[in-house]
């Protein structure tokens, strides 16, 4: 259960940006990420660089022009990528089960 302190402090948290670090966690640059996410690079960049500044350790290295995930990235990275799996599971699930439901 998610207690009223965690609601407390997650409110304060853009969820979309999470969106985008996913999105440039599997798509490994801010140009692809931002096809996938039909926008430009500069809102990816802004939208993760705004990600990253929930987290007190860094989540990317620069390597000349390229970001290099932080082991700490990478372990978030799989943890989110579960939490998505499963929500969208649930959303399907969800869709599925409205669509065979007789209309009134």
């Given at each position: 259960m998610v207690e009223k302190h965690d609601f407390e402090h997650l409110i304060n948290i853009d969820l979309n940006s999470v969106l985008y670090f996913s999105a440039v966690m599997n798509y490994k640059t801010i140009f692809n990420?931002?096809?996938?996410?039909?926008?430009?690079?500069?809102?990816?960049?802004?939208?993760?660089?705004r990600f990253c500044s929930y987290f007190p350790v860094p989540l990317f290295e620069r390597e000349g022009r390229c970001l290099k995930p932080t082991k700490y990235a990478i372990?978030?990275?799989?943890?989110?990528?579960?939490?998505?799996?499963?929500?969208?599971?649930?959303?399907?699930?969800k869709s599925a089960e409205t669509e065979l439901e007789p209309t009134p």
């Open positions: 990420a931002s096809v996938v996410m039909k926008c430009s690079p500069p809102t990816v960049s802004i939208m993760l660089k372990e978030l990275h799989k943890m989110l990528s579960e939490l998505f799996s499963k929500f969208s599971c649930a959303v399907s699930a």
